[in-house]
C-alpha cells in the first residue's frame, strides 16, 4: 500500500531545549517544559504560515519556512505526495537564543509529516531524529527535542547520528535566564570564536567534568557546580557573550551551577534562583524561566478546530 496523507490536520508540541550544559560540549542536551506549538493541515492552494510570537513579521511565511522544509523532507524520506499546507506557529522559543529554536523548527516538521501520514509508524522517533540532525548539523539538541529529558548524542564513523537517554532526577529546579533580545546570536557566531585545537590538559579536564556532570544529573546535586565546569567553549566565547558570562561568573562565585545554554546567550542554571537575584536580572531587562524539564519530547497532540 502506497504512503498517503490520511489525516485533514495534525499538531504538535515541540519542548526547548539546551546543549553542552558546560563540559559536554557538541553532545549533552535537556529538554524543558517550555514549547513551540504547531498546526498544519493539507491545502490545494499555495502554503501559508502564520506565525504568532517569536519571529512574527520576520520569519518565512512560505515554503522556505523550515517547519515546512522538515515537514517535506518527513514526506519525501516515506515516499508520500505532497501538498500546500496551511500553518500556524505559535512560537515562545527565543530564536539565537541559545535554546534549540532551530532544532525545535526541524523536528515539528517532521513530527507534523508523521501526524498527516497514514501509516505515522513509518516516521519513527529514531527516523525523525535523523533527519532532523540532517538540518540542524549537530545532533546535541535534536536529540532532547525528539526524546524529551536528559540526553548525550554522538556521530559514528559513518555519519549517523546516535543518541542514548542521560539519568535524570526530573524534579530538578532548573532556570533558565533569557538576556534582552538585542543580545541574540547565531550558533554560526559563537563557533568562529572557537579555537582549532585546545590544551590537552583542559581535554581531561572536560573529560572528567563530564563524567562528573552524569552523577550530578542522576541524583547526586551537590556534584552539580563541579560537574558544570568547562574549560573547551565559554572562556573563548566571552568577546560575543561579555554580559553573559559575566552573569555566569557571578552566580557561580554564589555556588550556582551556571553553564552558558547551547551557543548563548541564554544562561542556565541547574538549581532555582533567589528571588532578590530574579529582581536584579529583570531590572536589567532579562526573563527569568523556570520552565523544569521535560520528559516527553516533541508529542503529537489534539488540533484545535
Aim: hydrophobic share 45%.
Amino acid at each position: 500500500m502506497s504512503m498517503r496523507l490520511a489525516n485533514e490536520r495534525a499538531a504538535v508540541r515541540v519542548p526547548a531545549t539546551t546543549a553542552n550544559m558546560g563540559p559536554g560540549f557538541d553532545s549533552f542536551g535537556m529538554a524543558f517544559r517550555y514549547y513551540d506549538e504547531v498546526e498544519v493541515r493539507p491545502v490545494a492552494g499555495a502554503t501559508r504560515v502564520h506565525v504568532e510570537g517569536v519571529g512574527e513579521g520576520s520569519v518565512p511565511t512560505g515554503n522556505d519556512n523550515l517547519v515546512v522544509r522538515a515537514l517535506r523532507a518527513g514526506l519525501d524520506a516515506v515516499g508520500a505526495p505532497q501538498a500546500g499546507f496551511e500553518m500556524r506557529c505559535v512560537n515562545r522559543i527565543p530564536h539565537g537564543g541559545g535554546m534549540g529554536s532551530s532544532a525545535s523548527a526541524a523536528v515539528a516538521g517532521l513530527m507534523l509529516a508523521r501526524g498527516l501520514l497514514s501509516e505515522p509508524r513509518a516516521l519513527s522517533d529514531d527516523e525523525v531524529f535523523r533527519i532532523a540532525t540532517g538540518f540542524e548539523g549537530h545532533p546535541d539538541n535534536v536529540a532532547p527535542a525528539v526524546f524529551g529529558g536528559a540526553t548525550v548524542a554522538w556521530v559514528e564513523a559513518d555519519g549517523t547520528p546516535r543518541a542514548a537517554p542521560m539519568p535524570v532526577d526530573g524534579t530538578l529546579p532548573v532556570s533558565l535566564l533569557v538576556p534582552p533580545s538585542t543580545t541574540r546570536l547565531s550558533t554560526e557566531e559563537a563557533r568562529k570564536v572557537l579555537p582549532d585545537s585546545v590544551p590537552r590538559a583542559d581535554a581531561l579536564f572536560n573529560t572528567s567534568r563530564a563524567a562528573v556532570l552524569m552523577l550530578a544529573l542522576a541524583g547526586r546535586p551537590d556534584l552539580l557546580l563541579a560537574g558544570t565546569e568547562d574549560r573547551l567553549h565559554q572562556e573563548y566565547r566571552r568577546s560575543v557573550l561579555p554580559s553573559s558570562m559575566a552573569v555566569m561568573d557571578s552566580l557561580r562565585g554564589q555556588g550556582y551551577p551556571a553553564v552558558i545554554s547551547g551557543a548563548g546567550p541564554t544562561v542556565l542554571v541547574l538549581a532555582d534562583v533567589a528571588q532578590q537575584t530574579r529582581f536584579t536580572l529583570e531590572r536589567h531587562g532579562w526573563t527569568v524561566l523556570r520552565p523544569g524539564i521535560d520528559t516527553r519530547g516533541a508529542v503529537l497532540t489534539s488540533a484545535a478546530s
